[in-house]
């Protein structure tokens, strides 16, 4: 006769914020770790509260976001505005809790460190909720780059850009908010750069700061310490086209849909006749000729006949939330205090960029004269 063994108690999860990415997080969260996971949730206002418990099933509504840190939970789960990250994080982490931290991490890298720092001293679990990170795509598409499915690496382009209208006091266009197109939406491309090609050596940028007075769009050119160049663009002005892409000798790595939720992949492999390895060197010059033009279009259709891209498909669940919370919950379980594959240090080496830009436009801005209101 076997015993019953007792049931592992539910990871409980407390929510600070009542925001929009918050009720996303909430829904996925409830999907992966069921309703006990949604244990409380905290507002500067109670009724804010209340009705996100209603709506989303979550068990308590905290009138304020201690009261929520002293609930018996494992977890915190800050998504307030980047400017208060640090003051939350240092409040959870104080309260023994581990936290996953919205992007960015903190406005700032030192702030970032200072979070790092507490959470390591503490002993308790910290990081980023880069979402993206921890959908499958990203993983798959890193062991194939690794794996040489490129050949060597020369570039990367990348860019968020969606057009909204500032509006006064909305946390992206509000400097008190640590608002700003480089730290909310270029984070998605710099931090992909980062992952995918490694450690930035150098920094050129140009940033145009608006009447709001945060940068609303910004250009930043990477060299990676393995040589490769990344140009990465921001906006919260105008919109982009979607899609990333990756230069290797061997394959042209295309990451399709936005950044922010890439929906597939598609390795196109490098012309022959081209620099590509292996290509017949005697085609570039009839290439130059109007005859050698046309037999070039033609060879290029029936190269896409014969080798065609091919589809990576790695598909996120959910919202693409879900797969943040798991990795969290995983570590927290194994008694981990950080994932490998977004450390806090990470994070503040991202934030040092960002910096160094923001350093790099200020004294520019009176040369490009900032945005009259
Ligand atoms: N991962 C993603 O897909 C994603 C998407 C969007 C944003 N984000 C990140 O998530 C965080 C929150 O973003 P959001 O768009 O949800 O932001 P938001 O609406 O500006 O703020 C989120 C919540 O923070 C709370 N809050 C506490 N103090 C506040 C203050 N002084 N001013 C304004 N709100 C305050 C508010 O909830 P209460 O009033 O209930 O306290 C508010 O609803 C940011 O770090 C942002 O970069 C991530």
Not at 141 to 146: D, F, G, M, S
Not at 285 to 309: C, F, N, Q, V
Request: aromatic share 6%; proline share 7%; with cysteine.
């Amino acid at each position: 006769m076997t015993q019953a063994q007792p049931q592992a108690r539910p990871f409980r999860w407390a929510i600070l914020g009542t925001g929009g990415v918050a009720r996303k997080f909430a829904r996925d969260l409830r999907a992966v770790a069921g309703p006990e996971a949604l244990h409380v949730v905290a507002s500067r206002r109670a009724e804010n509260a209340r009705r996100f418990a209603a709506d989303l099933g979550v068990g308590q509504a905290a009138p304020d976001y201690e009261t929520a840190l002293r609930a018996d939970v494992e977890a915190v789960y800050i998504a307030t505005p980047a400017a208060l990250h640090e003051a939350h994080a240092l409040m959870a982490i104080g309260a023994g809790k581990a936290v996953l931290i919205e992007k960015p991490l903190a406005p700032d890298a030192a702030a970032a460190r200072r979070i790092a720092a507490a959470a390591d001293a503490a002993g308790v679990f910290c990081m980023e909720a880069m979402w993206t990170r921890f959908q499958p795509l990203p993983g798959a598409l890193k062991a194939r780059i690794e794996a040489g499915a490129l050949g060597e690496i020369r570039g990367l382009d990348g860019q968020f850009m969606v057009a909204n209208r500032p509006e006064p006091g909305v946390s992206l266009f509000d400097p008190a908010q640590a608002g700003g197109a480089l730290l909310h939406r270029g984070i998605y491309p710099l931090s992909l750069a980062r992952f995918l090609l490694g450690p930035v050596a150098e920094l050129r940028t140009l940033g145009r700061i608006g009447a709001t007075g945060v940068d609303e769009d910004s250009l930043l050119i990477l060299r990676h310490e393995n040589g490769a160049l990344s140009s990465l663009r921001a906006s919260l002005r105008a919109n982009g086209h979607p899609g990333t892409w990756i230069y290797g000798t061997a394959a042209t790595l295309e990451i399709q849909g936005p950044v922010w939720r890439p929906t597939g992949a598609r390795l196109h492999p490098a012309h022959p006749g081209s620099a590509g390895p292996g290509g017949p060197r005697r085609l570039e010059g009839l290439r130059e000729s109007g005859a050698g033009l046309k037999l070039s279009g033609a060879l290029a259709r029936l190269r896409g006949l014969i080798r065609p891209p091919a589809a990576i498909r790695a598909p996120f669940a959910g919202n693409g939330y879900r797969h943040e919370a798991e990795a969290v919950m995983e570590a927290v379980r194994a008694g981990r205090t950080q994932d490998p594959r977004m450390t806090p240090q990470e994070s503040a080496e991202v934030l040092d960029i960002i910096d160094a830009a923001r350093a790099a436009w200020a004294p520019a801005q009176g040369a490009t004269g900032k945005d009259e209101a």
